[in-house]
């Protein structure tokens, strides 16, 4: 079991590549062979199996084997967590402001004599 | 001005690294100097400098030197493309989760005689 911190470093390094997340969009849209996967990139198919590798170290992928084909599914919860990380601290600043805003409304200035 | 995939492959990258995200946990709380970035940090201040770079090439912090201090910020824009680059992705998923349960709900298994 990975710790959060781990988890956290090998997902968003799996989404920082631009093949990897054409093959995050390809299985959003439903479970995908790896040949499936494939297609629209311009790489050999060690190369995207590679980068599947990559996605299902990070969790954010999982696949199963069934006779020849290894059919590929994204891993929603794992999604969630890398989005629940980057939206936390958003929310964090966006609050910050929002009491800034308060204070400055509660405390107009002073006019001047 | 980089394009979408750019942007996206170095914000995930900037997240990458537990370090910078201590970086962005301390800047979602507020503005800061480089050497309170570097306080809850064992490493030394160019390390610092270093992932502070990482961040600000990413867009995720803007940073500003006033006389001898450069004040760091978060830049919540920034934050939100990422965060719905994967919401968007897991939206999908959903509606297509949902989409499969009305299916099935709409065509209950013929009773077997």
Same mark, same amino acid.
């Given at each position: 079991?990975?710790?959060? &911190?781990?988890?956290?470093?090998?997902?968003?390094?799996? @989404?920082?590549?631009? &093949? #990897? /997340?054409?093959?995050?969009? #390809? @299985? !959003?849209? $439903?479970?995908?062979?790896?040949?499936?996967?494939? /297609?629209?990139?311009?790489?050999?198919?060690?190369?995207?199996?590679?980068?599947?590798?990559?996605?299902?170290? &990070? $969790? *954010?992928?999982?696949?199963? %084997?069934? $006779? +020849?084909?290894?059919?590929? /599914?994204?891993?929603? %919860?794992? *999604? #969630?967590?890398?989005?629940?990380?980057?939206? !936390? /601290?958003?929310?964090?600043?966006? +609050? #910050? *402001?929002?009491?800034? $805003?308060?204070?400055?409304?509660?405390?107009?200035?002073?006019? %001047?004599?």
């Amino acid at each position: 079991m990975l710790n959060q &911190s781990t988890a956290l470093d090998l997902m968003f390094q799996a @989404l920082a590549d631009p &093949s #990897r /997340r054409i093959m995050v969009e #390809r @299985l !959003a849209r $439903g479970p995908a062979s790896v040949s499936e996967l494939a /297609r629209p990139l311009t790489m050999s198919l060690p190369a995207v199996v590679q980068h599947l590798a990559v996605l299902e170290a &990070s $969790g *954010l992928v999982r696949s199963q %084997k069934v $006779g +020849r084909v290894r059919t590929c /599914r994204i891993e929603p %919860k794992a *999604l #969630r967590t890398a989005e629940q990380w980057i939206a !936390a /601290r958003r929310t964090i600043w966006e +609050r #910050r *402001l929002d009491r800034l $805003g308060d204070y400055l409304a509660a405390h107009p200035e002073e006019p %001047k004599e």
